[in-house]
T-cell receptor
């Protein structure tokens, strides 16, 4: 069966520090991968998606970047964190080429910027 | 651009009451529709989905939803809620086709069920 792992679960970082959140998927090949940010009362906002290695599309302008160095690995990064980057970050995967199939979500990372 | 609107931010019910959570979307083309649930301390998981066929779809744990194309709605229902249904519920839509499965989510509805 397929599983998705995100780490760390919780992170506290000072303003201006770098960030690296990692997401890996097991049990499937060639997935679509997504990063979302969840804000209280505002649902989930899609930040990035990827349909293949090295292929990243950004949905909203922001201080963050994403990379996909391997087929089942998706990384969310920042060189210098801002206070506004605080939030709950979720990684998800879906079957490539099948938009009617659901996305499967990781447990998320709660990021607090001090 | 697509948007999804969930009518209620917080719904409070007693056990055995009936539930209906509203969801409306704005998009003129073919859509795939989803309801996700997030129980306290757990990850987001799929309740049910609609992409074609019978507009009344049934999901896990006794939930169902009805797609009404003319109203751009996909409301979630359950005849009799339980305390264990306490969670946050999200409606989501993607445009199908070459949308790469990208989901647009509603703001979420927190459901609290009192025993």
């Amino acid at each position: 069966s397929q599983t998705i792992h995100q780490w760390p679960a919780t992170l506290v970082q000072p303003v201006g520090s770098p960030l690296s959140l990692e997401c890996t998927v097991e049990g499937t090949s060639n997935p679509n991968l997504y990063w979302y940010r969840q804000a209280a009362g505002r649902g989930l906002q899609l930040l990035f998606y990827s349909v293949g290695i090295g292929q990243i599309s950004s949905e909203v302008p922001q201080n963050l970047s994403a990379s996909r160095p391997q087929d089942r690995q998706f990384i969310l990064s920042s060189k210098k964190l801002l206070l506004s980057d605080s939030g709950f970050y979720l990684c998800a995967w879906s079957i490539r080429g099948r938009s009617n199939q659901p996305q499967h979500f990781g447990d998320g990372t709660r990021l607090s910027i001090l | 651009a697509q948007s999804v609107s969930q009518h209620n931010h917080h719904v409070i019910l007693s056990e055995a009451a009936s539930l209906e959570l509203g969801c409306n979307y704005s998009y003129g083309g073919t859509v795939n529709l989803f309801w996700y649930v997030q129980y306290p301390g757990q990850h987001l998981q799929l309740l049910l989905k609609y992409f074609s066929g019978d507009p009344l779809v049934k999901g896990i744990k006794g939930f169902e939803a009805e797609f009404i194309k003319s109203k751009f709605s996909f409301n979630l229902r359950k005849p009799s809620v339980q305390w264990s249904d306490t969670a946050e519920y999200f409606c989501a839509v993607n445009a199908g086709g070459t949308s790469y499965g990208k989901l647009t989510f509603g703001q979420g509805t927190i459901l609290t069920v009192h025993p």
